[in-house]
């Protein structure tokens, strides 16, 4: 009888090729989420929603290459928390993973955070005119 041979590996080896394997997954992963998302139609909830804007705060290039954001910030457009939040969450990357879009749609969604942000001005409080309370 022919006797099996082994390789010898350390632990450390074994995590290391298993780290690897985990990571080509992950990336497959977003690799077909981002093309999916590339696929996704505008809503025509959007499309009018877009038409509403002002001409120089369209995110026109962000519409036709993410047109899922663009259906995201329309459906939250309305609810200024929400869409603050949404908005911020595109122009900072919070979770440090992301490759961030390309230049143009970067400039759109930060000049719509602008205004935006003008449309609806923090409110102050009462404690704002207080002296002494700077």
């Not at 099996?4 to 995590?15: C, G, M, N, Q």
């Not at 440090?96 to 409110?123: C, I, M, N, S, W």
Request: charged content about 35%; hydrophobic content about 35%.
């Amino acid at each position: 009888m022919k006797s099996i041979e082994f390789e010898k590996v350390s632990v450390a080896d074994v995590r290391k090729e298993l780290d690897e394997s985990r990571k080509k997954v992950e990336e497959g992963r977003r690799a077909g989420q981002r093309s999916s998302q590339a696929s996704a139609v505008m809503s025509d909830e959007a499309s009018r929603w877009l038409a509403e804007l002002p001409v120089e705060v369209r995110p026109v290039e962000c519409a036709r290459r993410f047109p899922r954001i663009v259906n995201s910030i329309a459906d939250r457009w309305r609810r200024v928390a929400q869409c603050e939040e949404y908005l911020d969450s595109l122009v900072v990357d919070l979770r440090g993973d992301r490759t961030g879009f390309p230049q143009v749609v970067a400039r759109e969604l930060q000049t719509l955070r602008g205004y935006y942000a003008d449309l609806h001005p923090k409110r102050g409080s009462a404690w704002d005119f207080v002296e002494g309370n700077d």
